[in-house]
């Protein structure tokens, strides 16, 4: 079985960067598309073995259509949550590769479709490596688990704009309880096998499922469904009769599910372990492994990993001391670290004052976009609060990929549960990162190229992506922002916390550090709060490995732009640098080293 993230595969959450895919409803048998289609004319077909293979992969699969913006006859549907599901799915992708490896001779490819060859290869060979370890995937943790992740998505990509969409989104409540039965019956099967995440993650999960059923009828997923429906138009509703429907399905389905989840949570609670590492799994070793070689696309040990990071860490702090020189402060990198983590001065009031900042900072970069890339994104960005059910257990801040038909926009989610978390020196870091040019510029070209395979439209490869949004932070300083130099401090505090997941990613699940000796570590050496640590570390926690996808993928980038400029000089284009990178799609960072070449080298020949 796996996991809400397993299923969907994202970054900061299963519900931000890439959508779900690759996930099941009803069971069917899976065969490889027609062979004979695809040794006929391959340059012309194979763009059609990956039209077909998208379209077996969603019909398995409601909530990747939804997260596609496809409304049928599934709408009203979950994924079937079965390990037997996973297997399907997994099947469908493999064939589909032997098909292509057969009938396909990458030698007669030429441009997108050879890249799309070599991706769709590079990406059934991942996720064939990951797969076997599906097992030790948790069902239910603070950051992607299915408590939250479900009534999230029935908030955030379930929409309602007619009688139709109301009768699916109260169907989908009505199914609710036993998508989670099934869910329920798989953690108690993995954790009886002795695979549980830490005991202290049981308090978030147990928190998160006790805000919903206290909450009764005003609980966020009725209080959305209402307000969906007021929304459309009164003479074309019966809105009495679908909102009496929808509190129906949650209190004879949804709710009594929670509240055997809510038995189950405890019950696994008592007998959890206090290990954090992924070490402690009978293939814990080979699982990390398998873990980074995936997130990051390269073959790095955890051992020269753990090194980059220490490297990265030191130059950050030389870089940071000059700051403090510059604003005149007097005493240790330790001791500038505890001042602009505990003094008022860097802290909001007010989410609104937040938020309107965040958005003053977007808006400041969206004027000046044109200058820096020829492609520029076509959705609109929107910046939202983390809903108040799952603001104490979600992340920081994660992005949520516009719908291909642009009937939802990007949206930038900010947790705004703790202010003391929220450093004002870090929000325009921040909001570069998921906002512009970071991820919802990179996602909405993403979204609407049109003229790749779904895959590469809607896939993801972590060390791009995330390479990318961090890339994008540091981009915001050469575009002429940061020109407060406690926000140029926080830039780089934003910078040196991504140098540090390297540390302590690899310090737990290699190293065997303990939570503690983690959160120690980042104490140590960032200026970020208390809350913001501890919540950081428990993430790596739960999600091995995909911390270090950032700092890989961003040096990456950084060398790439180095090695353009020095080779180019005077006509270096950072324009042209930019899209080059973006208007591929996610790359695995070989082959997008190999973009990059082939880019120098058209540029050097006019």
Excluded at 470 to 497: A, Q
Aim: aromatic share 10%; glycine share 8%; with cysteine.
């Amino acid at each position: 079985m796996k996991s809400w993230k397993a299923l969907c595969g994202t970054t900061l959450g299963a519900l931000t960067l890439a959508g779900c895919s690759a996930v099941h409803e009803e069971p069917r048998t899976t065969h490889a598309p027609d062979s004979d289609m695809a040794v006929s004319n391959p340059a012309k077909d194979i763009g059609a073995l990956f039209e077909t293979y998208d379209a077996e992969q969603l019909a398995l699969s409601p909530i990747g259509k939804s997260f596609r913006g496809i409304r049928d006859a599934d709408y009203d549907k979950w994924d079937d949550f079965s390990d037997a599901a996973a297997v399907r799915s997994q099947e469908l992708l493999q064939s589909t590769a032997a098909t292509m490896r057969a009938g396909y001779n990458l030698a007669g490819l030429e441009g997108q479709d050879a890249l799309s060859y070599r991706l769709f290869d590079a990406m059934a060979k991942r996720s064939a490596r990951s797969f076997e370890f599906r097992e030790y995937n948790y069902i239910f943790d603070q950051m992607n688990g299915s408590q939250s992740q479900l009534p999230a998505f029935l908030i955030n990509i379930h929409r309602v704009s007619n009688a139709e969409d109301a009768q699916a989104y109260i169907g989908r409540m009505e199914k609710l309880g036993p998508a989670l039965d099934q869910l329920i019956a798989e953690s108690r099967r993995q954790a009886d096998a002795g695979v549980m995440p830490p005991d202290w993650v049981y308090p978030y999960v147990i928190s998160d499922i006790e805000n919903l059923l206290s909450a009764g009828d005003d609980n966020a997923v009725l209080e959305d469904f209402e307000s969906k429906v007021a929304a459309l138009d009164p003479s074309a509703v019966d809105a009495t009769a679908w909102v009496a429907a929808a509190h129906d399905a949650w209190e004879s389905s949804a709710q009594p599910a929670y509240e055997r989840l809510l038995a189950e949570m405890k019950r696994q609670q008592a007998m959890a372990p206090t290990d954090d590492g992924i070490w402690r799994f009978p293939r814990g070793a080979d699982y990390y492994k398998a873990l980074l070689a995936n997130y990051t696309t390269t073959d790095l040990t955890a051992d020269e990993i753990h090194a980059i990071g220490l490297r990265e860490v030191a130059r950050i702090h030389d870089e940071m001391r000059a700051i403090m020189k510059q604003v005149g402060f007097e005493g240790t990198l330790q001791e500038f670290f505890a001042y602009t983590r505990t003094d008022d001065r860097f802290f909001y009031d007010s989410r609104e004052d937040y938020i309107a900042d965040a958005q003053a900072a977007i808006d400041k970069v969206e004027k000046v976009m044109p200058q820096w890339f020829g492609v520029l994104p076509t959705d609109p960005l929107v910046i939202k609060p983390v809903e108040a059910f799952r603001e104490k257990s979600a992340g920081k801040a994660f992005y949520q990929r516009p719908a291909p038909d642009g009937s939802r926009p990007g949206t930038y989610y900010v947790n705004l549960y703790n202010l003391k978390d929220m450093s004002k020196n870090e929000l325009e870091a921040l909001a570069y990162h998921e906002g512009l040019p970071g991820h919802h510029l990179q996602l909405s070209i993403q979204t609407q190229l049109g003229d790749v395979p779904p895959f590469r439209r809607f896939g993801g490869v972590t060390a791009y992506t995330e390479g990318w949004g961090l890339y994008s932070e540091e981009l915001g300083k050469d575009m002429g922002f940061y020109t407060d130099p406690y926000s140029d401090f926080g830039r780089l505090g934003m910078e040196l916390w991504r140098a540090c997941r390297l540390v302590v990613d690899t310090g737990i699940h290699h190293k065997r550090w303990s939570r503690e000796q983690a959160i120690e570590y980042l104490t140590d050496n960032t200026p970020n709060p208390d809350g913001d640590i501890r919540k950081a570390i428990e993430r790596y926690i739960v999600f091995p490995g995909q911390a270090t996808a950032y700092m890989i993928g961003k040096l990456k980038i950084m060398e790439l732009r180095e090695k353009a400029r020095t080779e180019l000089g005077g006509d270096f284009d950072i324009r042209g640098f930019h899209d080059t990178i973006l208007t591929s799609g996610p790359v695995p960072l070989s082959i997008l080293e190999e973009n990059v070449d082939a880019w120098i080298a058209g540029e050097k020949g006019g």
